[in-house]
Structure formats: C-alpha cells, structure tokens
C-alpha cells in the first residue's frame, strides 16, 4: 500500500505507478521550499520531492532499483491485461 503525502493532501494507492503518477502531479502545488512530496510504501518513507533538490530522492539501500523492477512489473501486467481484453473482443 502506498500513500502519497503533502501539506493538505494525502492519498492511498495499490500501484506504485499510481501513486508516482499522482505525487508528479502534484510538483506544480509544492510552491515553498518547506514543502515536499513524500511516498510511503506502508508507513515507510521511500520516494520524496522538494523544491530544494532538482531532483526526487529514494530513499533506503536498492529502493530505486526495487521500484524500477516493481515499475516495469506493473506495466507488464497492464499490458497483458490490455492483451487479453483485446483478444476477448
């Protein structure tokens, strides 16, 4: 379970694709430099935006490298799921 979190928001979302998406639309609101965008996966901190680094960081030993993997899963599995609808059309 991930949970996207920043001042005055915070979601909850099965997919890692989901929740990546949803905290890179929210880059726009992160207007101060006291303000970020953070990833949980459970109640752990993984993945954090601010607009005092140019870049998102992962946070944790090989946690980039275990989203990668869970990222490319995830969109496998959508595009079987795409294959077979197409096919039971």
């Given at each position: 379970?991930?949970?996207?979190?920043?001042?005055?928001?915070?979601q909850?979302?099965?997919?890692?694709?989901?929740?990546?998406?949803?905290?890179?639309?929210?880059?726009?609101?992160?207007?101060r430099?006291?303000?970020?965008?953070?990833?949980?996966?459970?109640?752990?901190?993984?993945w954090?935006?601010?607009?005092s680094?140019?870049?998102?960081?992962?946070?944790?030993?090989?946690?980039?490298?275990?989203?990668?993997?869970?990222?490319?899963?995830?969109?496998?599995?959508?595009?079987?799921?795409?294959?077979?609808?197409?096919?039971?059309?």
């Amino acid at each position: 379970m991930f949970r996207v979190v920043m001042p005055g928001y915070s979601q909850e979302f099965e997919r890692w694709t989901d929740a990546l998406e949803t905290a890179n639309s929210l880059k726009p609101k992160c207007k101060r430099l006291t303000e970020d965008i953070r990833i949980f996966l459970f109640d752990e901190l993984i993945w954090i935006y601010s607009r005092s680094h140019k870049y998102p960081q992962y946070i944790g030993a090989g946690m980039y490298d275990r989203l990668a993997r869970l990222f490319v899963q995830e969109a496998m599995e959508a595009e079987a799921a795409s294959s077979d609808e197409t096919a039971n059309e």
